[in-house]
Every structure is written in C-alpha cells, then in structure tokens.
C-alpha cells in the first residue's frame, strides 16, 4: 500500500542508488594529478559529490580558470568513464525496493548531480531507460542545491511538495528538497557523515536501501 501522504520518491543515483562513490573520489583524484592541482583529501571530494561537474571542481579549486576547468573535467570523464565500463553496482535492496514502490502505485524520479550523458549511460546498463517517470541532471537545470530540478519534476507530475520526498546522501539533496518545500529522507551510508545531513531534519534517516520500503508500509 502506499504511504497516504507521499506520491512522488525522488532519488539521487551516486551514493543512494549506485554505489559508485569511490570512483567518483578516484576521478577526482586523477584529474587533479593530471591537471597540475593539489590532491584534496577523500572527505573533501567526498564533500562535493550532488553538485555538478564545474561546481564541484570549482568548491575544491577555487582558483581554477576557466580553460583549465575544461581540461579537468576532459580527465575526470575520461578516467570515470573508463571505469565505468563495468557500471557501478546497485546497492543492495535497490533493485527490490524500487519495483516494490512502482507496485505501491509511487511514481519515481531521479534528480541528479551527474550529467546527462552520463546518466543515460547508467540508466542504459541498467535497462531503466524509461524506468523512472522523469530524471533530471545538473547540466540540464540548476545544480543542487537549487530547488529548480525539483520543481521541474514536480510540475511534470502534477505533484506538489508535501506530497513528495527527496532521498539523498548529501546535505546538497536534503537543502534542495528544503528549498522546494519538501520532505526529505537522509541515506547514511553514501558520500556525506549523517551528522552533515541531520542539520536538514530529514524524515527519516536510514542505514540500508530497504529501510524506507519498510518505513513507508508502516505509516500506509
């Protein structure tokens, strides 16, 4: 049954759905070396991941200009993409618990600080081209934590933000969902210290995907 408040579960990929943050920090990590820039520590990249691309790269190199900010995001894609020949694993419960929400009657979107081409290429993998109502990348709309990619998803579905839920491993996820007016569900094994995300007051804050499947069932 579904929950009789929410209708809409939106969805960060990196950290939420996908586990895939250490070879984001890895990217990061080889671009910076063949860019000529200083490694930042792993919290640090860790810090950045849900916004996009440049914004990211520029939060960890403010000094960066705007040809070198070219270069290193050609390294950053070519070595994640590399790496992603074998796409990064579903965490586990995922795959269950989002068949479990369609078969609930939820609608399903995915808001994302990856690009487009990018999360085509996951979506792809997973043949989930048409899975979810609605994605939206940060190359598309505004990055995280700008409420405008939650707001387009919104409208395409017709819902408004009490009736939906934002869920996210990143205080960039829960401050963008805040901005939209809309709860928000806090994930503590992605890139970010739940203590990062509890700042948001997140409705929940689970430790293993198929918690919120369980959670959402109780309140039905």
Not at 21 to 46: C, P, T, Y
Not at 188 to 196: F, I, K, R
């Amino acid at each position: 049954m579904r929950h009789p408040d929410y209708e809409l579960l939106i969805f960060d990929w990196d950290g939420t759905l996908a586990d895939s943050i250490g070879r984001i920090v890895e990217a990061m990590h080889v671009a910076s070396e063949r860019s000529g820039f200083e490694l930042r520590d792993d919290s640090a990249v860790k810090g950045i991941i849900g916004l996009g691309l440049p914004e990211a790269i520029r939060t960890l190199y403010p000094e960066i200009g705007d040809d070198e900010l070219i270069a290193f995001r050609g390294h950053y894609a070519d070595h994640y993409i590399a790496a992603e020949a074998v796409p990064s694993p579903l965490f586990e419960g995922v795959a269950e618990s989002l068949e479990s929400f369609r078969a609930d009657g939820y609608r399903l979107a995915v808001a994302t600080g990856k690009a487009r081409r990018g999360l085509d290429r996951v979506l792809r993998a997973h043949g989930w081209e048409d899975y979810f109502d609605i994605t939206r990348a940060a190359d598309e709309t505004a990055s995280k934590p700008h409420p405008l990619m939650l707001e387009q998803i919104l409208a395409h579905c017709g819902v408004e933000p009490a009736q939906a839920l934002m869920v996210g491993d990143s205080s960039f996820d829960l401050q963008m969902a805040r901005n939209a007016g809309m709860g928000s569900v806090a994930v503590s094994y992605g890139a970010q210290p739940v203590e990062a995300l509890q700042v948001f007051e997140p409705r929940l804050t689970i430790d293993r995907f198929s918690q919120l499947h369980a959670w959402l069932g109780q309140q039905a």
